[in-house]
């Protein structure tokens, strides 16, 4: 029976990737100003319920955080004192970062979306007065210490991040010296750190590669670069595209990226898109190829 689960597994694989796929696909090439309004409605909608979530996880977790000293405080039980020191303080800080930290990326993938479908109103419908992401993004791409200080989001963050890692370290602090050596309280402060940072590392990783994928630009013809190159190398190894790995997407690069899409029950538009990327990046990379092989 085992073994049997174990061959079918690839085929349930392969069968959440179809499934995944037949909500993202969309046929209908057909587009309508006021529906693509109503989208843009919907998400920025998304952005404002991030932040007021964000506002009501930091509201709640200072009352809470407030109410686990007063209570550590109070209480006459040296040993009852210790675990909220040691462990319930320290734990609600995590919780409460980790929680606010997950609605701030929520809201900075619907802010991505938005200058996608800033872009696309312009282009296709010429409504260019939507810029307010536009505009957004081009700060969050600078990078270095200078970038930094001019950008008050992401010093909001980290001073927010430090608070609460300072609280619970802080806490540990205090009621480190209460318990015997490597107790289980001792163990517990400094599994839940290393553990509350990772999840941050991982949630702030993720994200950011959502939102890279998302700012990438469409590609379609007459583009040039890399991306092309990858894209007619793909092609390729899906025995679509005969021409030339030049980098530059030509006629014969659409017509191979339509069969491409045909074939996978996309909209045949010869345009690498969110749905036809999705599908593209799931298929095994292909590596670039040389000077030698170009000529």
């Known amino acids: 029976m085992g073994r049997l689960s174990r061959q079918s597994s690839p085929r349930r694989q392969t069968d959440r990737e179809a499934d995944a796929r037949h909500w993202l696909v969309r046929k209908n090439g057909k587009v309508n100003d006021?529906?693509?309004?109503?989208?843009?409605r919907a998400v920025r909608a998304e952005v404002n319920t991030s932040l007021q979530a964000q506002i009501s996880?930091?509201?709640?977790?200072?009352?809470?955080?407030?109410?686990?000293?007063?209570?550590a405080a109070q209480t006459s039980n040296p040993k009852f004192r210790d675990m909220f020191l040691l462990v319930l303080v320290p734990l609600l800080c995590y919780l409460v970062l980790t929680v606010w930290f997950a609605e701030v990326m929520r809201m900075l993938r619907a802010g991505?979306?938005?200058?996608?479908?800033?872009?696309?109103?312009?282009?296709?419908?010429?409504?260019?007065?939507?810029?307010?992401?536009?505009?957004?993004?081009?700060?969050?791409?600078?990078?270095g210490p200078g970038a930094f200080l001019r950008d008050p989001d992401r010093f909001r963050m980290l001073a927010i991040?430090?608070?609460?890692?300072?609280?619970?370290?802080?806490?540990?602090?205090?009621?480190?010296?209460?318990v015997g050596a490597y107790s289980w309280q001792h163990i517990f402060a400094i599994s839940a750190l290393v553990i509350s940072v990772a999840v941050l590392v991982w949630l702030?990783?993720?994200?950011?590669?959502?939102?890279r994928s998302l700012a990438r630009p469409l590609l379609r013809k007459g583009a040039e670069g890399k991306d092309v190159v990858e894209l007619q190398g793909l092609l390729q190894a899906e025995q679509l595209y005969g021409g030339q790995i030049d980098g530059v997407f030509g006629s014969k690069t659409v017509d191979a990226l339509s069969a491409f899409q045909q074939r996978n029950d996309l909209e045949a538009d010869g345009i690498v898109g969110l749905p036809t990327r999705t599908v593209l990046e799931q298929r095994k990379p292909v590596p670039l190829p040389t000077k030698g092989e170009n000529q």
Request: glycine share 10%; proline share 0%; charged share 20%.
């Open 34 to 40: 006021k529906v693509l309004l109503e989208e843009y």
């Open 57 to 71: 996880v930091l509201a709640f977790g200072a009352a809470t955080l407030g109410f686990a000293f007063a209570a």
């Open 112 to 143: 991505t979306f938005l200058m996608r479908l800033e872009k696309r109103l312009d282009e296709d419908f010429g409504h260019g007065a939507l810029t307010w992401e536009s505009t957004i993004f081009q700060a969050r791409c600078q990078r």
């Open 161 to 178: 991040a430090l608070l609460f890692w300072t609280i619970a370290g802080t806490s540990i602090v205090i009621g480190w010296g209460a």
């Open 204 to 211: 702030y990783v993720l994200r950011v590669g959502e939102v």
